[in-house]
T-cell receptor, first 117, second 111 residues
């Protein structure tokens, strides 16, 4: 149980385009979802925290107008990278925590590799 | 500001050895300390976690030792295998929120 999926797993886009990444909790209701960014050979950095039905809380230094987060349901959160540029190329990972058996920790998705040309 | 400091950055052991990875934290509000294993191109997978009311927790070949007064915790991998070669991250959070990761330790287990 407690499986989190992400789609797509990889995306390559041209500079200036917007990219949407989906994060789904497959077998539990995710009351809270988190988005992380990981550069090569570096650690995970928390970008934002979102609770279902409310606006996301962004970490200091993360542009909320560039990284749009929507947590419209208890099983889906989306991250949209608007007007992507090469410096946005990174590995984006979501995680989710929920109620009941899924409340004890964050369950991570497999990540999405974004490459902006 | 790095809230969780992890060492060493890399570690090489022989098969059967016991690698030890150490972490230290500053924020006494942290109350949940997980360890994650990450393979290249994959998301992190939870290995084992501990809360500050216990000093040690063991699951299979993985053991966490926790020292609340020193604000330190460590991961021991017993009888390490080549398949354990991965990057290991410690983390600390307040409940399930505000999770902060260490810098990671790249472990190589030689056959």
């Amino acid at each position: 149980g407690a499986v989190v999926s992400q789609h797509p797993s990889r995306v390559i886009c041209k500079s200036g385009t917007s990219v949407k990444i989906e994060c789904r909790s497959l077998d539990f209701q995710a009351t809270t979802m988190f988005w992380y960014r990981q550069f090569p050979k570096q650690s995970l950095m928390l970008m934002a925290t979102s609770n279902e039905g409310s606006k996301a809380t962004y970490e200091q230094g993360v542009e909320k107008d560039k990284f749009l987060i929507n947590h419209a349901s208890l099983t889906l959160s989306t991250l949209t990278v608007t007007s992507a540029h090469p410096e946005d190329s990174s590995f984006y990972i979501c995680s989710a925590s929920g109620s009941g058996g899924a409340a004890d920790t964050q369950y991570f998705g497999p990540g999405t590799r974004l490459t902006v040309l | 500001q790095q809230q969780v400091k992890q060492s060493p950055q890399s570690l090489i052991v022989q098969k059967g050895g016991i690698p030890i990875i150490n972490c230290a934290y500053e924020n006494t509000a942290f109350d949940y300390f997980p360890w994650y294993q990450q393979f290249p191109g994959k998301g992190p997978a939870l290995l084992i976690a501990i809360r500050p009311d216990v000093s040690e927790k063991k699951e299979g070949r993985f053991t966490i030792s926790f020292n609340k007064s020193a604000k330190q915790f460590s991961l021991h991998i017993m009888d390490s295998q080549p398949g354990d070669s991965a990057t290991y991250f410690c983390a600390a959070s307040i409940g399930n929120n505000d999770m902060r990761f260490g810098a990671g330790t790249r472990l190589t287990v030689k056959p």
